[in-house]
């Protein structure tokens, strides 16, 4: 067993609201929030986000099919919260 | 002082083994430098290669934060190749493969240089569609490109069955003969070992935390091992860039994704070209075999962003499904190892080289899954953008400004998404 195993780095989890907890691999990643200023290119192509708080909308494509606003850190791989609420769309990169 | 390597040399040191000296002295940091280039790696150390021989510029520094060779320079699939659609990407990539070629040669040291030539599959009709207006892009460019059908691939891949009958049968595919392989730790240890002896330090274990300014000018570098004083500061830190620009407080156009790769147990030779096949479900998988045996293979993205260095075991299943329908004798190895890489995956999957603004800061990454074949390239051209401050005519495709002007060089005509595949 390699030390990434052993540290259970591999094994990515996600707590669904709808579903419970299931594996990362039913998810799929959709879009990372992008830079909340500036103009309608830089909110398109920039990215600013703390890389221990990234914040992200996934979907239970393997499930229920609903979108998730997740925020993980992406150093460690820990998933910090799931929420069904979409507080921001990342597509216009406001809030709600 | 630094030794000739040839055949009598090594004949010499293999029947006196202690007279096997470091490739390059440890050197602790001493300012105050014309340029610190942020990040170890192959291009970071290209770039104060090509700085101090072509640019006279000997007062450089590289800082890396681990150890020469630990990051992507050596985790990634060696290959290389210039068989690309669009002409900025063809001029690019065939310089740096042109440089690929006489590089043993101009560093003194075996980098291994394989053109064993790159075949790119096809299993459809659209596939050869594809492939056939990538090949004639790049014969208009002048780069080699050879179109087989099946026969031809056949011809030049004996080991590849393309009569088994197969959910997707291979009809065909796109070789360029001058592609391959080049050894990628011999890269990092080579480029090192010819930037020491023109006099560049190389200090390992050294992380950059922020930069230094003095009445509003770039003074250098603050490091864990205190403040390191230099004119000019060139980041080149490939999977890191996010991460460090998060900490200088730069936006920039790109998310940090894992790359894995895999090598099975040594074997006798069984594969002497470079493959990659796009097999429908499992995604793509491209494979070569080492000198030491293993196959060298890799596939697609993990598929979300991390940083993590520990790739999702899933995608290990995928790509080794891809590569045992390729090649179905592979199914009886073992593998023997799997690593992730950390890529700084770009808006439209091209890189970024340019400088930052007002200032003596220059960046160079954004490199995607594509960083190593490009080394030569990248350092000679980043060479020259700090050393004149004019974007040379090669890289000048790659500038960040593209992203706001709308010049975005998207090879795959995926849009505005890092990592779209």
Redesign the interface.
Known sequence: MSDGAKRGGRRMLIRCPFCGERDAAEFQFRATLPDLQGTAAERLYLRRSDPHRSIEHWQHVGGCQLWLELTRDLTSGAVLEVSAELTRDLARGAEH | MRRRFSALRLLLDAARPASFEPLWPRRPPSGPYDVIIVGGGGHGLATAYYLAREFGLRRVAVLERTLIGYGNVGRNTTIVRSNYLLPQNQRFYEDSLRRWGTLARELNFNIMYSPRGVLDLAVADEDMVALRRRGNAMRLSGIDAELLDRAGVARFVPQLDVAAPRQFPIVGGLLQRRGGTVRHDAVAWGYARAAAALGVDIVERCEVLGLARRAGRIAGVESDRGFIAGERVALAVAGRT??LA?RLGL??????HLLQACVTEPIKPMLDTVLIYMYPGAGEVYVSQSDRGGLVFGGMLD??????Q?????RVRDVCRALTALLPRTSDLRLLRHWAGMNDMT?DGSPIIDKLGSEELFLNGGWCYGGFKAIPASGRAFAELIARGETPELIRPFRLSR??S?HVLDEKGAG??PARQ
Not at chain 2, 251 to 256: G, H, I, K, S, V
Not at chain 2, 310 to 314: H, S
């Open positions: 996010a991460s998060a936006a920039l156009p790109l998310e940090t598929g979300h962003p991390s940083m993590t520990t790739g999702a075991v899933t808006m992203f706001l709308g505005p998404f």
